[in-house]
């Protein structure tokens, strides 16, 4: 597609069930990101894939968050049991490692867990 | 491992003032470095990179950064700032050494501007 799409936009949900969050890289880009952002904050990098490699999954902040990325193509970021302090925006990112070119993001996902 | 230290979470400056926001970055390897911008309730995009080759580097909007190795810093500077360059902006860096890298994003400076 012409761009990083992610969906759904917002997502409201309540504490303790799971949420999928989905990220539709660009295509041709071998590489995918996701980060976080929380209210006021920076961007938590969270895990990458690149093409066929084993992910980089080392910024996931507890075993209740998990990704998985289909055919090299779409991305799924699950979060299990949802903690109130898990509400943020999901951002994901792709781009063609050794260009030199910045990431393109999507618009991200406003996950509120209440 | 590679960080990315912005000095000062806000900055404020009046329109057509001079805007300077610091970046400083750790990296065992040369680096790759961004600036990022996000406006109000929309998403990031790219301002500028600096990847080989010339050190001051320009971007959109009018704005311009400079890599500077010996003082391991990548400040962003514009010389005039318009009331619609207040944003969030996020420095980064990444591992040109490897074929593909996370890159690791600054803590952001919020940019005010005084009318």
């Known amino acids: 597609g012409a761009g990083v799409s992610q969906s759904p936009s917002n997502k409201v949900t309540e504490k303790g069930k799971d949420v999928e969050l989905r990220c539709d890289p660009i295509s041709g880009h071998t590489a995918l990101y996701w980060y976080r952002q929380s209210l006021g904050q920076g961007l938590e990098f969270l895990i990458y894939?690149?093409?066929?490699?084993?992910?980089?999954k080392s910024g996931l902040p507890s075993d209740r968050f998990s990704a998985e990325r289909t055919g090299g193509s779409v991305s799924t970021l699950t979060i299990q049991r949802t903690q109130q302090e898990d509400s943020a925006v999901y951002l994901c990112?792709?781009?063609?490692?050794?260009?030199?070119?910045?990431?393109?993001f999507g618009s991200g996902t406003r996950l509120t867990v209440v | 491992a590679q960080s990315v230290t912005q000095l000062g979470s806000h900055v404020s400056v009046s329109e057509g003032a001079l805007v300077l926001l610091r970046c400083n970055y750790s990296?065992?390897?040369?680096?790759?470095l961004f600036w990022y911008v996000q406006y109000p309730n929309q998403g990031l995009q790219l301002l500028l990179k600096y990847t080989t080759g010339a050190t001051l580097v320009k971007g959109i909007n009018g704005f311009e950064a400079e890599f500077k190795k010996s003082e391991t810093s990548f400040h962003l500077t514009k010389p005039s700032a318009h009331m619609s360059d207040a944003a969030e902006y996020f420095c980064a860096v990444s591992d040109r050494g490897s074929s593909a890298s996370k890159i690791i994003f600054g803590s952001g400076t919020r940019l005010s501007i005084r009318p």
């Open positions: 894939f690149q093409g066929n490699s084993a992910p980089d």
């Open positions: 990296s065992s390897v040369p680096p790759y």
């Open positions: 990112a792709s781009n063609l490692p050794g260009t030199g070119k910045g990431y393109t």
